[in-house]
């Protein structure tokens, strides 16, 4: 199939596939305007961690573009760039793209192009290393074949430059004849499983289920899952691991289950600085999104919504956290860092 991209340069735009239109319509938008980044990333017209990082570094671009238009000083161009990259607090590979490129701006825009473009392409290559390392950990240790694999929100094209992270491993697995069927949390409450996973198995031909997340802890119990693969937006040192609302759930039912746990996510993912999964900030979103669908509301009049965007996974209940550097095991004590050490890969 031809390959996804979710975000390119179009020499004077950002072009995002809007992911808000998905799975009926494919189109894209062309983003001139920090205001119109910032409201993409905001309401989810980009996503997903790696796609966030090449966003942010085209972002500071996009920014200079409009800074010259316009004629802003610079420290209004350093507070659009601000903006872009605490847009979403939790993905640090929003922060990381604008802040590899920012200190570039002063070298011009080509420079800043180049280097965001290296930061695209760094994420694909990743993307397929992942791939390869998840696919070959897994094949070692779960003797079933073919294989049932549950998997939580969108980890494919959609949320990356390019190929997959948790869904490049299930990608590269279906390349080898290795995947029977795919469970594919539906992820409320904006169901970006069923919306955006699904419509990506559908478009590689890879068989699945839409699974309501009610029901992954049961499906996992019963025996009809032999491995969980999820992505991460974040990663602090010690292997905790943020990712979309629902994925410490099937993380419990997999320990219970003895089912592998592995998550999948590029190395630009791993915070470092953050100590413990305690550390990650933990976006709140808008009540609406869990007391309405699509306008109108199905909850009382009076009730009140919470709406984490995401949860934290504990290192203990991670049995795989696979990089493009390789394979860590945080549940059997190798983590990305130990304190006062260096990286462990």
């Known amino acids: 199939m031809t390959e996804l991209q979710a975000v390119s340069w179009t020499g004077d735009a950002l072009r995002l596939i809007d ?3 998905l799975p009926h319509r494919l189109e894209h938008l062309e983003i001139r305007e920090v205001d119109a980044l910032v409201d993409a990333i905001v309401r989810l017209a980009v996503r997903g961690a790696p796609a966030l990082g090449v966003a942010g570094a085209y972002g500071v671009a996009l920014a200079m573009l409009q800074a010259e238009r316009e004629g802003w000083d610079r420290a209004r161009l350093e507070a659009a760039l601000e903006r872009i990259r605490t847009a979403r607090p939790t993905a640090v ?5 604008v802040d590899r490129v ?9 420079a800043v192009l180049e280097e965001a473009g290296r930061v695209l392409e760094e994420d694909v290559a990743a993307n397929r290393a992942i791939g390869v390392h998840g696919a070959q950990w897994i094949c070692a240790r779960v003797p079933r074949r073919p294989l049932r694999i549950l998997t939580h929100c969108n980890t494919g094209a959609l949320a990356t430059a390019g190929w997959g992270t948790a869904l ?3 990608r590269e697995l279906h390349a080898r004849g290795l995947v029977e069927v795919v469970y594919a949390d539906e992820t409320r409450p904006l169901l970006q499983g069923s919306r955006l996973t699904a419509w990506e198995l559908a478009h590689e031909g890879i068989p699945h289920y839409v699974l309501a997340d009610g029901a992954a802890a049961g499906t996992i119990l019963r025996g009809l899952v032999d491995v969980a693969i999820i992505g991460a ?3 602090a040192a010690n292997g905790d691991t943020a990712n979309k ?13 003895g089912v592998p746990f592995v998550v999948a996510a590029p190395w630009s993912t791993v915070d470092l600085a953050t100590a413990t999964g305690a550390d990650i900030p933990i976006e709140s979103r808008a009540e609406e999104e869990v007391l309405c669908w699509q306008g109108v509301r199905v909850a009382p009049e009076g009730s009140r919504g ?6 934290v996974t504990p290192a203990r209940l991670i049995d795989a956290l696979v990089t493009e550097r390789g394979v860590l095991e945080p549940a059997h004590g190798r983590t990305p860092a130990r304190p006062g050490g260096r990286e462990a890969l």
């Open 19 to 21: 992911q808000t239109l």
């Open 93 to 97: 590979n929003l922060a990381g793209g």
């Open 102 to 110: 920012r200190p570039l701006v002063d070298a011009g825009l080509a």
């Open 168 to 170: 490049g491993v299930v």
């Open 233 to 235: 937006d974040r990663i």
């Open 245 to 257: 609302i629902g994925s410490v759930g099937v993380a419990l039912a997999c320990a219970d289950a």
């Open 306 to 311: 919470l709406n984490p965007a995401f949860d």
